[in-house]
């Protein structure tokens, strides 16, 4: 089927969407270059066919998510992508969305930001029955990432996002309260605020977007492509130098402040869709790095009791360890020591309310991110020695 790729009411581009693999077959006609997807341009800012396919196929459900193949046989789909063109490809994290060729419709009567919503296809992915021939797959649980179960819901105007948990402690809710509370409390992070319901005996986290009908979020991913990574320059070195490239204001503070946060908390799934940049929808200006989200794969969620150790963590995107990842940090101007003395009873306030984990495993967490506290602390303070001496031998010279 033929449609239009669409940025807000902007023509993006002609293109031909297969109706049995759901791939981009052609492209046409490219109306706004400068709107192209920022992951579908090459370095030489020209469109990648490959990468367009990619982002576009990479928009839906992921194919792991609890619940999908239920959900795809509720529907009558036999892949997650091909309910990408029944919802339009529209989303709650950026405007773009395909338009039917021939059909003049605008952006402003089917947006998720400003229109009601069908809940059904994420009550499907969380296992609520559906009544025969109500189904609605106009949704943005059709192109929201991650492997957790989660959905979308419109409350008091706004669009909350609900997030389960999927440990046998049902831990993830209640790490997302958790770095919450510990960003609160520093002050000085820009971050997306989590709070905590219960729906059928089951926890959830709950955020609101973070997104508005004027913004997008375009993640560290598509930033990274387009400049060439150098062979020499680590991913690290590539995505500062990326943001620099367009301009991204404070992406190096932001950085540090994602990854001292990510080292307090043990994060292991920091990977590139889950943090990026925000821009403007109608300028294309970058407005700064995404708020701090997604922090529920924290705090050893998945590692049984016995593997809790505050001595080193799996880290991502920039280093395998936290330990090696800290010291990118180039500035720890912006934290304040006794921002988290006590932490270790902010955790147990937090994991009390948790009925799915044992004492035991409580009070291990707990102990365990006191001394990353503590061996953050040094971290800091290695950092300021090293500082000071390279200000003094400065001063010999």
């Given at each position: ?154 409350i008091g105007g706004k669009r909350w996002l609900f997030k389960g948990g999927e440990s046998e402690w049902q831990q993830e809710p ?224």
């Amino acid at each position: 089927m033929k449609y239009i790729l669409m940025h807000k009411n902007i023509p993006v581009m002609d293109l031909e969407i297969s109706g049995t693999t759901c791939a981009i077959q052609k492209t046409g006609r490219i109306y706004a270059p400068e709107h192209i997807p920022p992951g579908a341009l090459s370095h030489r800012k020209e469109l990648n066919k490959p990468a367009l396919n990619r982002w576009w196929q990479g928009r839906s459900i992921p194919p792991n998510r609890p619940g999908v193949r239920e959900a795809m046989a509720a529907f009558g789909v036999s892949s997650p992508q091909e309910m990408l063109e029944k919802s339009l490809g529209l989303s709650l994290s950026d405007q773009y969305w395909i338009r039917p060729e021939g059909q003049d419709i605008v952006w402003e009567e089917f947006n998720f930001f400003e229109n009601r919503f069908s809940e059904d296809v994420g009550n499907a992915l969380l296992g609520k029955g559906l009544k025969y021939g109500a189904w609605d797959m106009m949704s943005p649980d059709i192109t929201t990432n991650g492997c957790l179960k989660k959905m979308w819901k419109m409350i008091g105007g706004k669009r909350w996002l609900f997030k389960g948990g999927e440990s046998e402690w049902q831990q993830e809710p209640f790490n997302e309260v958790l770095a919450t509370e510990i960003m609160e409390r520093i002050g000085t992070i820009d971050f997306v605020p989590y709070s905590l319901v219960w729906e059928d005996g089951m926890p959830y986290s709950v955020c609101e977007d973070f997104v508005t009908k004027d913004t997008e979020f375009i993640p560290a991913a598509d930033i990274m492509r387009v400049r060439k990574q150098p062979n020499h320059l680590s991913d690290y070195g590539h995505f500062m130098e990326c943001c620099g490239f367009l301009g991204i204001p404070g992406a190096e503070d932001g950085v540090n402040k994602m990854l001292a946060v990510d080292y307090l908390l043990a994060n292991d799934d920091r990977h590139l869709h889950n943090f990026g940049a925000v821009r403007s929808a109608e300028t294309l200006e970058w407005l700064g790095l995404a708020p701090i989200f997604d922090c529920g794969n924290s705090m050893w969620c998945s590692q049984p009791t016995s593997r809790v150790d505050a001595a080193d963590a799996p880290s991502k995107p920039f280093r395998k360890t936290h330990a090696g990842q800290v010291k990118l940090v180039t500035s720890f101007g912006w934290l304040e020591p006794e921002a988290l003395r006590g932490i270790g009873s902010l955790c147990d306030t937090v994991f009390r309310q948790n009925p799915y984990m044992d004492d035991y495993r409580r009070e291990k967490l707990c102990g365990a991110i006191e001394a990353r506290a503590a061996m953050l602390f040094e971290v800091m303070e290695q950092q300021e020695q090293g500082q000071k001496q390279n200000e003094d031998g400065m001063k010999l010279l």
